[in-house]
């Protein structure tokens, strides 16, 4: 097959080497289902994945020289799924460009500068991109090479009808290159499988960079090219335990280093999003002391803890502030193609925290480092219903415009987070789905095994 490349161009990763798995690519896997025998081509699966578990190719300009490397966010790209021998998220960065002597200054450089009217945008002199973008499953989205796998067995084939979409996850919906990627990635898929269309699966921030994609382009094209939307975890509100990100102390090479977020502070693709009252409800998400903080009032909280400019990015890209998003969340309109949602329930989820008494900033304190927030490193989680990592408030978020929630929605009780995407319950639900998506009716997660 041919596929115009995206990205700049990069050894092509031998599957092997990640997570000691078989090598799978242009031929058919061995065992599992026999894709000669289906009715047509399989479908191509077009994945997108979640917050900071995108490969990026970051390059820095400065005088006399330029820096240029590979990077994958330490907190969310655990050791075991490093592409090669890496033995950490900075040996990996160091294999491919890093100076060594440059690692303490990539935080800085990875941060994004918020102007007055809070608006975000890479530092001066930096640029972020994928480093490819559907050519190499392996390097693109090396976390989710065990999903890769499993869907391997059952006939598709990793890197021909079965892509990546990775892109900069700093940056909120529509201010990064992923509608543009999506398109082109969709529509050389589609042509290789003779015109059958997309799925377009996705996990937790994926699906809303997903769904916002499917509320931007122009619904013929989308009809066209994508047969379903089918979401693990999905992330489709603003996340709010993830708003102490933006007033603690940022990511680290040690991703377990106490106190500090697994992303950077200034980063608004997840933090600066607002909190829907319509999923949240009127919940306390954070309590200081005797003040408590609803859905509606998370602009509040980050002035009080100093997060001052995060709380301008919050009013330049809160979800509700965008008729992309209202008019799902708001108006109640389905998206233009099927939707199948699969998350887990039942365990227990932070969904905010309570701090002890902490003065709000003073009227000379403009920084989360001069509050009192910023350094406290542990403090009492607020705790709901979910999957460990969403709550369901948050996952059910699609039950407001969905054809049928009973019919497109299926919680998997005990799932986690990060393990749904190899759960077998939801990768079947996923495989038969698509397989069913041009039935008509196409059949409910409900009524599949």
């Given at each position: ?13 031998v ?17 599992g ?10 479908p ?18 400065r005088?006399?020289?330029r ?7 330490p907190?969310?790209n655990?050791?075991?799924t ?8 900075l ?15 990539v ?6 500068a ?13 640029k972020v ?27 598709w ?8 979409l ?7 919906p ?61 992330q ?11 007033f ?14 697994p ?6 693709g997840?933090m600066a999003?607002g909190?829907?009252s319509?999923v ?38 809160g ?17 233009p ?14 969904v ?25 490193v ?6 709901a ?16 415009w ?15 987070h ?5 759960d077998?319950?939801a ?23």
């Amino acid at each position: 097959m041919t596929r115009r490349p995206l990205g700049p161009m990069r050894t092509t990763t031998v599957v092997s080497l990640l997570l000691g798995l078989p090598v799978l690519g242009a031929c058919a896997p061995s065992g599992g289902a026999d894709p000669d025998a289906m009715d047509g081509p399989l479908p191509p699966i077009v994945f997108a994945p979640g917050l900071g578990m995108s490969a990026l190719s970051v390059s820095v300009d400065r005088p006399g020289e330029r820096a240029a490397f590979d990077f994958l966010l330490p907190s969310m790209n655990p050791v075991d799924t490093l592409p090669g021998s890496a033995a950490s998220a900075l040996d990996y960065s160091v294999a491919r460009g890093l100076a060594p002597q440059d690692a303490a200054a990539v935080p800085r450089w990875l941060s994004l500068a918020i102007a007055p009217d809070g608006t975000a945008a890479s530092q001066v002199g930096v640029k972020v991109e994928p480093v490819s973008v559907g050519r190499d499953f392996g390097a693109e989205c090396p976390r989710y090479l065990p999903l890769a796998q499993d869907l391997a067995t059952q006939g598709w084939q990793i890197d021909e009808n079965l892509l990546c979409l990775p892109f900069d996850y700093r940056l909120a919906p529509g201010a990064n290159d992923f509608v543009d990627d999506l398109r082109d990635v969709v529509e050389h898929a589609v042509a290789d499988a003779g015109g059958r269309p997309a799925v377009l699966a996705c996990h937790s921030q994926g699906c809303l960079m997903a769904y916002h994609a499917l509320r931007t382009l122009d619904e013929d094209w989308i009809r066209g090219h994508i047969g379903l939307l089918y979401g693990f975890a999905g992330q489709f509100s603003g996340c709010s335990d993830c708003l102490r990100w933006a007033f603690q102390p940022g990511w680290s090479w040690q991703p377990e280093t106490p106190g500090e977020s697994p992303v950077d502070p200034t980063w608004v693709g997840e933090m600066a999003l607002g909190l829907q009252s319509s999923v949240y409800g009127d919940a306390v998400l954070y309590r200081n002391g005797t003040r408590e903080y609803r859905a509606d009032e998370a602009g509040e909280l980050l002035n009080d803890a100093g997060a001052v400019a995060m709380a301008q990015a919050m009013k330049t890209y809160g979800l509700d502030a965008q008729e992309w998003f209202r008019v799902g969340a708001v108006e109640r309109v389905p998206l233009p193609v099927p939707v199948r949602v699969v998350f887990g329930d039942g365990l227990t989820t932070t969904v905010g925290y309570d701090f002890d008494g902490i003065p709000p900033r003073s009227g000379t304190c403009s920084e989360p480092q001069c509050a009192g927030f910023w350094s406290t490193v542990d403090p009492a989680p607020i705790e709901a219903d979910g999957d460990a990592g969403d709550s369901t408030w948050m996952n059910a978020a699609p039950e407001v415009w969905t054809l049928d929630p009973v019919c497109d929605i299926r919680r998997l009780p005990g799932v986690d987070h990060m393990a749904i995407v190899t759960d077998a319950t939801a990768v079947a639900l996923l495989t038969a789905s698509a397989r069913a998506m041009e039935s008509e009716p196409m059949p409910c997660l409900d009524s599949l095994p």
